[in-house]
């Protein structure tokens, strides 16, 4: 895992979807990482991502910014953006941002492949 003061974002391929996990922080000094990986993904094809939190261990407003405007960019194609994985705390962020009832949440990477 990636030194809880860094961000490493690695990404996968499974048959329905690019599956994207990042580690670490996901802040304002380093959220161009996770964007550049997003436009990478998108520029690809992809049309569906799911994002695995699963290593996450802090993602700031920044972040969440660039999740949503992930999703809505998906969305407005045909896609879809699924979040996986989320700690206890990263789940509280998304409740108290209200996230969680914009973005599509599961409580495992499989759960949200089946659901595509």
Known sequence: MANEQTLSVRT?????????????????????ILESVIQEQLKAGEKK???????LVYISSAGLRTL??????????????????????????????GFNSILTVYGSRDEALSSL
């Open 12 to 32: 996968e391929r499974s048959e329905k979807a690019a599956i994207v996990c990042p580690s670490g922080r996901v802040d304002g000094s380093n959220v161009e």
């Open 49 to 55: 991502l799911v994002f695995d939190f699963e290593h």
């Open 68 to 97: 949503l405007v992930a999703a809505r960019r998906l969305q407005t194609e045909g896609g879809a953006a699924l979040f996986c994985g989320l700690a206890e705390h990263i789940a509280h962020i998304f409740e108290i941002s």
